[in-house]
């Protein structure tokens, strides 16, 4: 059972453009929702993440909406550059639990291209 | 400050053999959490360690077993290898089990599995 499902799979943007990766979740107990970034060859880095109390956060380029009602959240990059390449997975996790890890989206291919 | 470190980068083994991967956490974190990441998809959580002790795991058989020092580094040990085993192992560390859930990556232990 996919407990996390985002889309789309692959994404082209312009440079310049904005980015949005979508996530939905089915447990209703998970409360930490991050994003990573991932390049090939490396491990993901820690994007920018939102806890339920608020509907968006912001970070730079970096944008997370949480829609808690849907079950879904988003990332926008804004401003979108050639660097911003990279795979990007959402997660989510039961702080409650403590111990559950996170459980990840099969993550999204992005190419901005120049 | 010093970031997650894993070893060895790169490791082939031979079905129905044994693999230790190392992972020393980053500076001033006690929690150490152990993800496998098959090509293609978002990591999956296999356990994590807290206080020298395994306190959550995953859905992975008990041939996946870890320790974890005094010094907060940890190893994942996996038995009778399958060919399914190859992928990336990654490491993740983070402050506390509780309470703080971001999660720091190594760059990753590259398996294969002949």
């Known amino acids: 059972q996919q407990q996390v499902k985002q889309s789309p799979q692959s994404l082209i943007v312009q440079k310049g453009g904005i980015s949005i990766i979508n996530c939905a979740y089915e447990?209703?107990?998970?409360?930490?929702f991050p994003w990573y970034q991932q390049f090939p060859g490396k491990g993901p880095a820690l994007l920018i993440a939102?806890?339920?109390?608020?509907s968006e956060k912001k970070e730079g380029r970096f944008t997370i909406s949480f829609n808690k009602s849907a079950k879904q959240f988003s990332l926008h990059i804004m401003d979108s550059q050639p660097g911003d390449s990279a795979t990007y997975f959402c997660?989510?996790?039961?702080?409650?639990?403590?111990?559950?890890?996170?459980?990840f989206g099969k993550g999204t291919h992005l190419i901005i291209q120049p | 400050e010093t970031g997650v470190t894993q070893s060895p980068t790169h490791l082939i083994k031979t079905r129905g053999q044994q693999v230790t991967l190392r992972c020393s956490s980053q500076s001033g974190h006690n929690t150490v959490s152990w993800y496998q990441q098959a090509l293609g998809q978002g990591p999956q959580f296999i356990f994590q360690y807290y206080r020298e002790e395994e306190n959550g795991r995953g859905n992975f058989p008990p041939r996946f077993s870890g320790l974890q020092f005094p010094n907060y580094s940890s190893e994942l040990n996996v038995n009778a290898l399958e060919l399914d085993d190859s992928a990336l192992y990654l490491c993740?560390?983070?402050?506390?089990?509780?309470?703080?859930?971001?999660?720091?990556f190594g760059p990753g232990t590259r398996l294969t599995v002949t």
């Open positions: 993740a560390s983070s402050f506390s089990a509780s309470g703080s859930y971001e999660q720091y």
């Open positions: 447990n209703t107990a998970f409360d930490y």
């Open positions: 939102i806890r339920p109390d608020v």
């Open positions: 997660a989510a996790q039961n702080s409650g639990g403590g111990a559950d890890g996170l459980t």
